[in-house]
């Protein structure tokens, strides 16, 4: 019993860093459908054109938004697949309406 | 402050990455500076326009119909011609296989390059006109052209291995914070101040 307990214990610490990263970074490539590979692909392509400090910007909000509960992230592409569908007027409109509300924040 | 500097913090502040103080300084200096208002706008317009660049390539019904008929039509024509000989009895079947991927490819390659599906109707929208009359460019010349058609690698980067999520919603981590505070932004209202001409907001100077 004591060695079984010893094993799990064992098998335990060393899955765990796997987790933390899986937890911190995400899926692992294979994991992801060859759809996203393309978009994570022409993304990171995109990504390697911008200045560092950008650069830095996003992986710092990349590290919040993998902070977030789950339930937040899933309204946060809801709201996202929103923004997407709006016709090209009312998209500038919410841009606008952004910066509004950001100079009153 | 100086243009350049200005120009600097321009992507910043669209994407609201700006803290309060330089925002100011920043609106401060578009206050009195033409030039400098004109490249917010066009910041401004450019990341509208990459973000809404398409994930994908749609292929019309039309033309998976006209795809689908010709590839039969292909097959029929090799079944006919096909002779008794025992191993040309395999032909139709890599022929079927080989005018399938050619028009594939083909049907991609036009999508891709060209962004226009074959048989859709080309919509040209009207020029739009900015407050003082002046015709903006078409959305098409702002759009850059699709520069990263080549496939993913089947061994990504280090970067891109070690963190693939990232660039998977990097459209959504960009807006994160439009985003957050979506439903807030979307009942602010834009009437009770007047926008500048270039579609800037007044400088804040409180």
Not at chain 1, 85 to 99: S, V
Not at chain 2, 82 to 94: D, I, K, N, Q
């Amino acid at each position: 019993m004591k060695r079984r307990a010893a094993i799990a214990l064992v098998l335990l610490a060393l899955a765990a860093p796997a987790v933390r990263a899986q937890e911190r970074h995400g899926r692992p490539w294979q994991e992801l459908t060859p759809e996203e590979q393309w978009r994570a692909w022409e993304n990171y392509q995109r990504y390697q054109q911008l200045p560092e400090q950008r650069q830095k910007n996003l992986e710092r909000r990349y590290q919040q938004f993998r902070d977030m509960p789950p339930q937040e992230r899933q309204r946060l592409r809801q709201n996202y697949d929103t923004y997407r569908g709006l016709p090209p007027r009312q998209r500038q409109e919410f841009i606008d309406k952004y910066h509004r509300w950001k100079g009153r924040k | 402050m100086r243009c350049q500097r200005a120009r600097k913090w321009m992507t910043a502040a669209v994407d609201g990455e700006l803290s309060p103080r330089r925002r100011r300084a920043l609106d401060g200096h578009l206050a009195a500076c033409a030039a400098c208002r004109r490249e917010l706008a066009v910041t401004e317009r450019m990341l509208t326009a990459l973000e809404g660049l398409p994930m994908e390539a749609a292929v019309s019904a039309r033309l998976e119909q006209a795809t689908l008929r010709r590839v039969r039509l292909a097959a029929a024509d090799e079944a006919e011609r096909a002779p008794a000989s025992r191993w040309t009895r395999w032909l139709p079947l890599p022929a079927f296989a080989l005018a399938t991927a050619a028009v594939l490819v083909l049907a991609i390659g036009i999508v891709r390059r060209t962004g226009q599906v074959p048989g859709a109707p080309a919509v040209r929208p009207a020029p739009k006109l900015d407050a003082r009359g002046v015709a903006q460019a078409p959305p098409s010349l702002l759009r850059p052209p699709r520069r990263f058609a080549e496939a993913p690698p089947a061994e990504p980067p280090a970067k891109l291995a070690e963190a693939p999520d990232l660039f998977v919603d990097m459209s959504i981590i960009r807006n994160l914070d439009k985003l957050t505070h979506f439903e807030a932004i979307q009942t602010t209202t834009l009437d009770d101040e007047p926008a500048t001409p270039d579609g800037l907001e007044p400088p804040s100077n409180g």
